[in-house]
């Protein structure tokens, strides 16, 4: 793997199935290297877009199909449904034959509660496996950071990462989520500037992550994350700060080598 500059945590596949209003332009997995590349982004957790609306092996074979072009560079995360019986079955099959590094649950769009029984199998798994559990937070009712907190709490040895660090509504609320669970992180992607020093400056600096949400875009290029990389350099952050967000941490969490 080239030398870290950035590691983005939250990135998508393109739309192959489902149009939905996050769809934006196909691209593969070569358009998607020269978008890194353009952005300075070293690695990237890669998460499916259609696995969202219909969480499918076919969904998790597409996004290990797409990663597996740059397997030192690209890191996929499977999804599942946590009510589906074959939950489980598929989880074991997405970390053993196609060597996924994590899970991507997304309860509003899902829907499901944090608080169901049917998680728990499913987190031991996921940390049996060595994985990383990220959920879509930010958007009540059923992705606020204290629920997915009292999910991380029955797992003390899973790491749980809150995938947009509360957006615009709720940041208040994951970053407290995160001060008072030692095995949750927060990945600041789509929250807005300001509320991103504060975090940095108020959190538990080696448990903070940066992610652009790329793949969403009108444009394979995906400018919009080009200059969410961008805009770090505006947000007046120590370098200490600059290095455990965007290299240490993922680095760390992927067990990749620095």
């Known amino acids: 793997m080239c030398e870290a500059t950035v590691i983005d945590f939250h990135?998508?596949?393109?739309?192959?199935?489902?149009?939905?209003?996050?769809?934006?332009?196909?691209?593969?997995?070569?358009?998607?290297?020269?978008?890194?590349?353009?952005?300075?982004?070293?690695?990237?957790?890669v998460l499916s877009h259609d696995g969202l609306f219909h969480p499918t092996p076919q969904a998790n074979d597409e996004v290990?199909?797409?990663?597996?072009?740059?397997?030192?560079?690209?890191?996929?995360?499977?999804?599942?449904?946590?009510?589906?019986?074959?939950?489980?079955?598929?989880?074991?099959?997405?970390?053993?034959?196609?060597?996924?590094?994590?899970?991507?649950?997304?309860?509003?769009?899902?829907?499901?509660?944090?608080?169901?029984p049917s998680l728990d199998p499913i987190c031991e798994v996921v940390q049996a496996a060595g994985g990383i559990l990220l959920s879509h937070d930010g958007t009540p009712p059923y992705s606020t950071g204290l629920q997915i907190a009292a999910l991380a709490r029955r797992h003390p040895n899973l790491p749980v990462v809150l995938g947009h660090g509360g957006l615009h509504d709720t940041w208040r609320e994951s970053l407290a989520a995160v001060q008072e669970t030692e095995?949750?992180?927060?990945?600041?992607?789509?929250?807005?500037?300001?509320?991103?020093?504060?975090?940095?400056?108020?959190?538990?600096?080696?448990?903070?992550?940066?992610?652009?949400?790329a793949g969403l875009s009108e444009k394979a290029s995906q400018d919009y994350a080009v200059a969410r990389v961008a805009e770090i350099d505006g947000w007046r952050i120590s370098d200490r700060a600059r290095q455990a967000m965007l290299i240490d941490n993922p680095a760390r969490l992927l067990g990749l080598r620095q």
Not at 31 to 44: E, K, L, P, W
Not at 101 to 106: A, S, Y
């Open 11 to 45: 990135t998508h596949t393109p739309a192959w199935h489902t149009a939905s209003w996050l769809a934006g332009a196909a691209f593969g997995a070569d358009d998607f290297a020269a978008f890194m590349d353009s952005a300075g982004i070293s690695a990237a957790v």
């Open 64 to 116: 290990a199909d797409f990663v597996g072009k740059y397997p030192d560079r690209m890191f996929g995360f499977c999804t599942v449904s946590p009510r589906q019986p074959t939950a489980v079955a598929e989880l074991e099959r997405c970390f053993g034959k196609l060597g996924m590094r994590g899970l991507k649950l997304h309860p509003w769009l899902q829907g499901f509660s944090m608080h169901e």
């Open 183 to 213: 095995n949750l992180y927060l990945c600041i992607c789509g929250t807005p500037p300001y509320a991103a020093r504060h975090i940095l400056e108020n959190g538990p600096l080696d448990r903070i992550l940066f992610g652009t949400d």
